[in-house]
């Protein structure tokens, strides 16, 4: 078993993202997760990311809040406690059109090893 407490989390910045603080909350240490990372990202008004997309597919579950996906043409909001899956490749766009902060955790494999 490997805890880490939420005050160890580690802050990190994705690329092409904005108006978005994360927090990594497991993964990349020792003792943590060996498939995949998890954080926690709050998402500002107006704030959001892409498009773009990645090689690996990645999980996503609102906490609070409300989030805008757009994906191959169609546009769907996450409210509290939805989830999606985004495909590999997939292009997605997201964006926080509310006033209110949005809480969003991510799930996303680690990188392939080179």
Request: charged share 25%.
């Given at each position: 078993?490997?805890?880490?407490?939420?005050?160890?989390?580690?802050?990190?910045?994705?690329?092409n993202?904005?108006?978005?603080?994360?927090?990594?909350?497991?993964?990349?240490?020792e003792?943590?997760?060996?498939?995949?990372?998890?954080?926690?990202?709050?998402?500002?008004?107006?704030?959001?990311?892409?498009?773009?997309?990645?090689?690996?597919?990645?999980?996503?579950?609102?906490?609070d809040?409300?989030?805008?996906?757009?994906?191959?043409?169609?546009?769907?909001?996450?409210?509290?406690?939805?989830?999606?899956?985004?495909?590999?490749?997939?292009?997605?766009?997201?964006?926080?059109?509310?006033?209110?902060?949005?809480?969003?955790?991510?799930?996303i494999?680690?990188?392939?090893?080179?």
């Amino acid at each position: 078993m490997h805890i880490k407490r939420f005050a160890e989390a580690q802050p990190y910045e994705a690329p092409n993202h904005r108006g978005i603080v994360g927090l990594r909350l497991q993964g990349f240490e020792e003792g943590g997760p060996k498939n995949q990372w998890v954080g926690l990202s709050q998402i500002l008004p107006g704030g959001g990311a892409g498009p773009d997309s990645t090689p690996f597919e990645k999980v996503y579950v609102c906490l609070d809040g409300e989030l805008t996906l757009i994906a191959g043409g169609k546009e769907d909001v996450l409210r509290k406690y939805d989830s999606v899956t985004i495909a590999p490749g997939e292009v997605r766009e997201m964006i926080n059109r509310r006033n209110e902060n949005c809480s969003l955790l991510v799930v996303i494999p680690y990188p392939p090893k080179s």
